[in-house]
């Protein structure tokens, strides 16, 4: 038989490789994109993050918001109460915090009416 020498770069056993090479690992979702479905597109998560900084910061309309997106007025306007929903029930709206928006746990100040 023979013997084989350890090499000194070898991973030991319980060595944490990762952490010896400066690799953080960091577990989340993966970002939803915008899907065509036949007359109309679903809103992805970067579009939706979007939409929520134009009307808080910019405090842009629901009408501007649709023509910069090319989209009906009512798409923002649900996105928008999505958005507030989810704050309101659990502190953080998570298509907000996948995509890493600053306005994840803030509501919409001005009122959104139908």
């Known amino acids: 038989m023979g013997e084989f020498p350890f090499h ?8 944490n490789i990762l952490k010896a090479v400066g690799v953080k690992v960091e577990y989340g979702e993966p970002l939803f994109e915008g899907e065509y479905r036949g007359t109309f597109r679903t809103v992805s998560d970067k579009e939706h993050a979007e939409m929520i900084r134009l009307y808080i910061e910019e405090g842009l309309s629901l009408e501007k918001i649709a023509e910069h997106f090319n989209r009906s007025s009512r798409t923002p306007l649900m996105h928008i109460r999505k958005h507030n929903g989810t704050v309101e029930r659990s502190g953080f709206c998570p298509i907000c915090r ?17």
């Open 98 to 114: 996948r995509v890493g928006s600053i306005y994840e746990s803030e509501i919409a100040e001005k009122e959104v009416s139908s």
């Open 8 to 15: 000194e770069w070898h991973k030991r056993e319980k060595e």
